[in-house]
Nanobody, 125 residues
Framework: QVQLVESGGGSVQAGGSLRLSCTAS????????LGWFRQSPGKESEFVAT?????????DYADSVKGRFTISRDNAKNMVYLQMNSLKPEDTAVYFC?????????????????WGQGTQVTVSS
């Protein structure tokens, strides 16, 4: 079992930045694919970013966040991060980190085995 806990959410004005963190416990996740998803009220879960454990692989991003968000991980600390810059009101959502025991990154939430409880991000105009 892997337990994931997100932190770093909050309220920010448009154009601002936030850095989300996700701590894993219960089992080392160095060989897990990690991802960030978000969900707004009345909407389905939306893929944000994914990263594998292999240093040679490039992360993958949703088109809506590409160039603004950066996913990274620190296996020694069992942490995954999401740096969010140039935030827009449409980025407002609950953000979830997720872990998957698979080879390649994925934008499909159904491929992930473990989920955190989420952290709220609110961007005002």
């Amino acid at each position: 079992q892997v337990q994931l806990v997100e932190s770093g959410g909050g309220s920010v004005q448009a154009g601002g930045s936030l850095r989300l963190s996700c701590t894993a416990s219960g089992r080392t996740f160095s060989n897990y694919v990690l991802g960030w998803f978000r969900q707004s009220p009345g909407k389905e879960s939306e893929f944000v970013a994914t990263i594998t454990w292999r240093s040679g692989d490039s992360p993958d991003y949703a088109d809506s966040v590409k160039g603004r968000f950066t996913i990274s991980r620190d296996n020694a600390k069992n942490m995954v991060y999401l740096q969010m810059n140039s935030l827009k009101p449409e980025d407002t959502a609950v953000y979830f980190c997720a872990a998957a025991a698979r080879w390649s990154g994925s934008s499909n939430p159904g491929h992930y085995d473990y989920w955190g409880q989420g952290t709220q991000v609110t961007v005002s105009s």
